[in-house]
Structures are given as C-alpha cells and as structure tokens.
C-alpha cells in the first residue's frame, strides 16, 4: 500500500492564502470559479490520486511497458485507472466548452495535475501529453481538425503524444529528417523515425494523435524548413469513428533508468497518412505551444520529486533511530534518538521541504499568467503577462528539475542505506526524477533560452520587467526581514547581467559558460520571493494564533533564506570566473583524448 498523501492543506495555503486565487479569478471574469469550486475539485482529485494511482506507482515500475504484436501494453492496472480517469471527466478539465470541455482555467489543471503526476509520474505522462495535442490544434488547426479531433481528445477517448526527436537531433531540431510527401488530396505521406516518444503507444486508449515535425520535400535547410503534421493511428472516419489502421508503429520500447511505466517508444512513420496543421515551414513555431505547455508541466515534475521525498524523509527520520543528540541524549527510554535530533539530517529534511513548498508557489506563480493569456479581455496585461511568462518558464523548467532531483537525492540520503533499497520508494523517486532535466530542453537549453534569447535578446527588458515586478511586491509585502536579502540577491545578478553582456561583446563563449549559473541564480531569487510571499502569510497568521503549520512555513522561509539563498554567492562567483578556463583546451585536444 502506497503511503503517498495529497498535500491539499499546502496547495490550498499557496492558493487562497498566498496567490490569492479567487480575486486573480474574478479580475478575469471567471465569477464561477472560486475557492469552494476548486478545494472541491482538489479534494476529489486528491481522492483519485491516493486510490487508484499511487497504489500502481510501484507495481507499474517493477513490471515495465511491453511490446507485444498488437502494440504497447502498459504495467496491469493502468488502463483500467485510466477509465476511470475520463469516466470522472478529468480530462476535459480546462478544455474548451465548444468541444466537449469543462472550460476551467489552466490553473485548475495544474492544480489536479500536480497531484495525479506526484501519486504516479508514469501514468500521468499517457494523458499529460493530450492536453499539449489538444492545444496546439486548438490553436493551429483548420476547424475540420477541431471538430474532428478535439472532442475525442477532450473526453479521453484518444491521447496525444509530441513527436520531434530523432536519432540523430534533439535539442538541435535543424537536422531533422521525417519526410512528408503531399498527396495531391489535401494530405501527406510522413516517413521516418522518431525515437524517445512519451507514450508512443500504449492500450490505455482506442486512438492516439501524433504531433508531428516533418520536412515537406522541397523545404528550405534547417529550423525554417519544418512543418506540423497531425498523424492518427487510426484515420478517423468524417464522423469520428475510427477507420484505417494507419501506418505508424513502435518499433521498439527504450530501456531506460525510471519511469518505467511510462512507454518511451521509437516510432516509425512508413509513409503515414497525415494531415498538416499551420503553414507549411512555420512548424516549429506551432510546436512553441505544445512544447511552451510541456515546459510548465515538466516544471511541475520538480514539485512531485521534491514533494515525495519529503513526505518520505520526514515520516522516516520520524521514526528512525539513531545515535544520540549532541546537545545529550533525548530519549533516555530508548536505545538510540530518533534521526530528527541530528543538525544534518535536520538541513536535508528543511532543504527538501523548501524546494518543495517553494516550487508549488512559484509553480503557483506562473500559471496565473497562462490564465491571464488565455482570459484577460486586457491586451496589456496579456502582453506583460506573456512577457513574464517567457522570461519565468525557463527558470522554472531548469531550476525546478534541478532542485527536485537534489531533493530526490536527499531523500534517499535521509534514509541511510535504506534508501538505496526499492522497498522505500526513494530510489524509485530518484531514477523517475533524473529526466526532468532532460526531456523538454535540458537546463542547459534552458539557460540558453533564457539568457541569450530572453534576457540579451529583449536588450534586458524582460529582466527589468521581472525584477521590477519582484520590487513593487516586495514594496507591498513590506516586511523588512526578508526584503533587504532578497533585493542585495536581486541586484547582484542585474549587475550580473550587465557583466556578462560587456564580456560577451568580447566572446560569446562568456555567454555559454555563464549560463547555467544564471538560470540557477534567477531560480534561486524566484523561490526567494515566493518564500517571502509565504511567510509574510505566516507572520501575519502566526501573530493571531500559534499553529504548526504557519511555524513550519517561517521556520522553513528563515533556513531557505540563510542556508540555501547564498548559493547565488557561488554561482555569482562561477560566472565572474569567465570562459577561460573552461574554453582552454583545443578541440584538438580533446578529440585526441584517449584513455
Ligand atoms: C524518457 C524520455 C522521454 C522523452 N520524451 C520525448 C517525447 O515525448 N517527444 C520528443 O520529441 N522527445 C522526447 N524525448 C527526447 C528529449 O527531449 C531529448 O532527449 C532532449 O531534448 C535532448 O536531446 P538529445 O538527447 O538529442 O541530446 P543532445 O541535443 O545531443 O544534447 C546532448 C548534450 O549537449 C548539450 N547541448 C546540445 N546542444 C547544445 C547547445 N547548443 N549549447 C549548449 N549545450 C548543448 C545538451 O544540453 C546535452 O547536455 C524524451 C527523452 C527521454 C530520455
């Protein structure tokens, strides 16, 4: 039996306390979406996430995805949760209420979403992909394609998957070489192989929808010569039943370190029949929003790692014992005190449970400007949100998955050796953690994305809007403890900024070598200000009545500011090190190399 429990008081704290939902709602024009609407919709979600996913987390990992003659057969129990899952309309949550959809905003989504991902990563990644499908032919596709195809995605009846990879090009799409013939009818022929396709296939749905990357043939080199495909497994028949088998096939299951419930599949195209969404060569830019979602979605996978092993470690050194407090024994009755009396033990469990808290916040955060995009009747407040929204996505991305892969790791950590044997979990954890800082654009991407598109490439307006942002809020939280850390923190990486851009007029290379340790800078400072966000609640909270859980935030606001913040010291310190010693070896010498 899975002991994983929704962390329904801390998302309600972030939403109703903290970010203030229910007027983000009204401001909107959402007058049917409040508080009681969605704790209720949390509760149930949290019910489905602790009965019928998290008790196959374990079973789902230990017996894998099989490639049998008539396709993907994902662990036992899947599908039948997956039933249960559309029976309960969970897929059609923030759809739109012209196909089928609930019309929910995004954030609700996240909300439900966050939970379904941390009770079972693997199962939640079948249907996780649909809603990036739904999406991009949303707002992509002709309205044929809509009618045709966002019903069926909508109730669950199909599910969706993003192809781009291929063997030889992922991060780097320009050398992407699936082929699609046009058929003279309005269709095309797509030929080629993609390999590391989340839920390629699988039997948990009678149809699956693959968006895919192809090159038309007379398509100009590179990323400007890449269009958008709709390819169905099943053709659908004009009136949405299925017609013909189409021809694309997993070829084979990739054998992988976690996540093993969840099909990684090499897909091959045999001149699939295909339908194109957008502009023929404006592809990738109509991926932008299948792969934008994708990112906050991965983003959140850092919630769920850092989330497990809290609620593994915590309960653990809880009740473990082990030798004795240095201040002197602490409980004489027994042979040894339990591991919470030890300082290190004590910063793991503070360092995980900050990470944790802190991306739900700023997870939180994000997903208001995803709603103020799609709701907002203010073009400029769309505008400034879409601003904020590119510039914090990428921060989320790669710090989140870097923080709740060390949160994974600690977890194992707490537990001693334990950890490191299956029948904990923590291990688990740590081997499904691992590709969240790979797939949707390694954090290496990412810190490119963000700082030579986002931030170099609008001339630092982005940064600007950012920082003044966390500056007008700072002025209204108007506390003077946390304030004062926050924007010495926030200043020293404008400065930054600033030195980076002036050496890399110089060589870019100054750019390339800095830019992980400024996305983990920024990353550092968001979560800052989402702990101060917190625990002003708290301050304020705890001045009317003493209560654990608003103690719990302070204390965890006080160590993430004294014991985690000043990372960006070091990171500051990386950076103003320059490219120099990382850049001198000659390609030559490293391709001469052997051992
Ligand atoms: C389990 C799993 C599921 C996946 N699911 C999907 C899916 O559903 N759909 C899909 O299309 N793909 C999927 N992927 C593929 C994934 O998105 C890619 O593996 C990822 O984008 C990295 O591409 P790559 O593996 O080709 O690495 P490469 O692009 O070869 O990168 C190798 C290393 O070089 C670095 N690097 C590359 N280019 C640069 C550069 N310009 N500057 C600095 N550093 C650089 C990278 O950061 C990385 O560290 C999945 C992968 C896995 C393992």
């Given at each position: 039996m899975s002991n994983y429990k929704a962390p329904v008081r801390d998302i309600q704290f972030v939403r109703?306390?903290?970010?203030d939902f229910d007027t983000h709602y009204r401001g909107l024009g959402l007058h049917d979406v409040n508080a009681e609407l969605c704790d209720a919709i949390l509760l149930e979600a949290a019910k489905f996430a602790e009965n019928e996913l998290a008790p196959l987390n374990r079973s789902g990992d230990e017996e894998g995805c099989q490639l049998t003659a008539n396709g993907v057969q994902a662990p036992k129990g899947f599908k039948a949760a997956y039933e249960k899952y559309c029976e309960g309309g969970w897929p059609s949550l923030s759809a739109p209420e012209e196909f089928?959809?609930?019309?929910?905003?995004g954030s609700v989504d996240m909300m439900v979403g966050e939970l379904m991902g941390q009770a079972n990563q693997s199962w939640s990644m079948?249907?996780?992909l649909s809603g990036g499908a739904r999406a991009t032919i949303y707002a992509h596709g002709t309205d044929e394609q809509k009618a045709l195809y966002l019903p069926k995605l909508i109730e669950g009846a199909w599910t969706g998957t993003m192809c781009l990879t291929e063997p030889q090009c992922g991060s780097d799409l320009s050398f992407l070489r699936t082929k699609a013939e046009p058929q003279g009818d309005g269709s095309y022929r797509v030929t080629g192989t993609k390999i590391f396709i989340s839920s390629g296939d699988h039997d948990l749905a009678e149809n699956i929808v693959h968006i895919v990357l192809a090159r038309l043939p007379d398509a100009p080199a590179g990323t400007k010569g890449i269009s958008l495909f709709i390819v169905p497994k099943y053709s659908p028949n004009d009136d949405g039943s299925l017609g013909e088998r189409n021809a694309v096939n997993c070829g084979a299951l990739e054998h992988k370190?976690?996540?093993?419930?969840n099909a990684t599949c090499v897909m091959n195209f045999d001149g699939a029949k295909a339908f194109l969404i957008?502009?023929?060569?404006?592809g990738l830019a109509c991926m932008f929003t299948f792969m934008n979602g994708a990112r906050v979605g991965t983003a959140v996978q850092g919630i769920t790692h850092a989330e497990l092993a809290l609620q593994g470690a915590w309960r653990y050194a809880s009740e473990r014992e082990a030798g004795r407090a240095l201040t002197g024994i602490k409980s004489p009755d027994r042979p040894a005190d339990l591991l919470i009396v030890h300082p290190d033990v004590r910063r793991m469990l503070l360092t995980i449970r900050a990470f944790a808290e802190g991306n739900r916040a700023l997870a939180h955060f994000l997903i208001k400007y995803i709603d103020v995009s799609a709701y907002s009747k203010d073009p400029d407040l769309v505008a400034k949100g879409d601003k904020m929204l590119a510039m914090l996505t990428p921060i989320a991305k790669g710090f989140m998955t870097e923080n709740g892969l060390e949160a994974a790791n600690l977890g194992m950590q707490v537990f001693g050796g334990h950890g490191y044997i299956?029948?904990?979990g923590m291990e688990q954890n740590v081997r499904d953690a691992r590709i969240s800082t790979l797939y949707e654009g390694t954090t290496g991407i990412q810190s490119l994305d963000l700082l030579a598109r986002k931030v170099m490439g609008s001339g630092g307006e982005l940064l600007n809007l950012l920082a003044g942002e966390i500056k007008a809020s700072l002025a209204d939280l108007n506390d003077d403890e946390f304030t004062p850390v926050l924007l010495k923190a926030l200043a020293e990486w404008q400065v930054i900024t600033a030195e980076v851009g002036a050496a890399c007029a110089d060589d870019v290379n100054e750019l390339g070598s800095a830019a992980v340790d400024y996305l983990m800078m920024g990353g550092y400072i968001a979560l800052a200000w989402m702990w101060t966000k917190m625990a002003v609640v708290a301050k304020q909270k705890l001045s009317e009545k003493e209560d654990s859980f608003y103690r719990c935030k302070l204390a965890t606001a006080r160590f993430y500011f004294q014991k985690i913040l000043p990372r960006t010291l070091t990171h500051a310190a990386l950076i103003r090190a320059g490219a120099e010693s990382v850049m001198s070896l000659t390609d030559d010498d490293i391709l001469s190399y052997q051992q």
């Open positions: 109703n306390e903290v970010l089928g959809g609930q019309g929910l905003p079948y249907p996780g370190m976690g996540i093993h419930g957008g502009e023929e060569n404006r299956r029948e904990w």
